[in-house]
């Protein structure tokens, strides 16, 4: 169902976020988010384009690419400022090497902030980590779904319990793992 139909307004600010999932020849994954934030009037930048961003070039224009396994664990790390409002920005890409070695797994996102929130990294990068994990389990689903056969019953679907749609004890489940399913007590009294 759609939005419903807005007051009439004028357009300012447009963010957008781009992610995408590659799976490489040599078996790994490569993760790409990109962030462009536009303005639709002049912006005043001390720092561009003699003190001025014209309306529709990005102030923001930041790239992340994560090389990762079938585990989710994270192998390799690059990022990229094309547009930044201030030319010191670019200088703490190196800093998201960090993530090397780290798996996208619970408690990722708690561990992104610990590593680049405030002046340890950037806004826009550690707001941009999130799309792109989301990202590498939809890109990578059907992959560790073949390798891991989930609907063998051994092991459970990593998405169970994780929204209110996969709920252990939900129809969806149900359906289409019903050796996972745990009927609530309330289903059972009801």
């Not at 003699?50 to 529709?56: K, R, T, V």
């Not at 010191?88 to 993530?99: A, G, R, V």
């Amino acid at each position: 169902m759609p939005l419903p139909s807005p007051q009439p307004r004028k357009l300012h600010h447009t963010r957008r976020v781009l992610c995408e999932g590659y799976a490489r020849e040599d078996g790994l994954w490569d993760i790409e988010g990109h962030l462009t934030d536009l303005k639709t009037a002049d912006l005043t930048c001390k720092e561009r384009n003699n003190g001025i961003i014209p309306a529709g070039e990005p102030l923001h224009g930041m790239s992340i690419r994560l090389t990762i396994d079938l585990k989710l664990n994270i192998l390799d790390v690059a990022a990229s400022m094309d547009y930044t409002p201030y030319r010191i920005c670019p200088s703490i890409t190196e800093h998201y090497k960090q993530l090397i070695g780290l798996q996208i797994a619970p408690g990722f996102t708690r561990k992104t902030r610990e590593l680049f929130s405030g002046t340890q990294g950037c806004t826009h990068l550690l707001e941009l980590l999130g799309p792109v994990a989301t990202t590498a389990f939809q890109a990578t689903h059907a992959a560790r779904e073949a390798r891991e056969n989930w609907s063998d019953g051994h092991q459970p679907p990593p998405m169970l319990n994780s929204c209110h749609t996969m709920a252990d004890d939900g129809p969806v489940v149900q359906q289409q793992w019903p050796h996972f399913y745990q009927p609530s007590a309330e289903r059972q009294t009801g």
